[in-house]
């Protein structure tokens, strides 16, 4: 499952179109925007301490869709998660969002970190990169 910090409603909003590709590939979401009510038929929370217990219990990963300056308080909040019920394992910024305080933060709370890196491409690459695997001409008798 995938907490998604900065889930915009907005169909033109890249957040959306990440949300949306995760959703279709079969994978939770969880929006994290305290401005939207809903997003992608999913109940919305205002911060990630907001989750109920037993979904905070299943989040994976932590992934940010907002101004590097705000990673801070994200951080601290998915440190505190970590704490109380042993999740998530990794926090997620997306591409143009960096904070190398934070991201040291978390480290050193256990938590896997990536930067600057967007979520749906990399799984489009896992998914071409599997798919590739199995096209391989590993068996040819020739």
């Not at 933060?105 to 491409?121: F, R």
Request: net charge positive; charged share 25%; proline share 4%.
């Amino acid at each position: 499952m995938i907490a998604i910090v900065g889930l915009s409603n907005d169909p033109l909003k890249y957040s959306f179109s990440v949300g949306a590709y995760l959703k279709k590939h079969g994978i939770r979401i969880i929006p994290v925007n305290p401005f939207v009510k809903e997003v992608l038929g999913e109940k919305s929370y205002n911060r990630l301490l907001d989750i109920p217990t037993e979904i905070q219990k299943t989040i994976d990963i932590v992934d940010i869709f907002r101004k590097s300056e705000e990673v801070p308080l994200i951080v601290q909040q998915a440190i505190e998660l970590k704490r109380k019920v042993g999740r998530p394992i990794m926090v997620w910024m997306q591409e143009g969002v960096s904070n190398k305080s934070a991201a040291d933060m978390a480290e050193q709370a256990g938590l896997n970190v990536l930067m600057d890196v967007c979520l749906m491409k990399a799984y489009m690459q896992l998914g071409a990169a599997k798919q590739q695997r199995y096209n391989s001409s590993d068996y040819n008798d020739s």
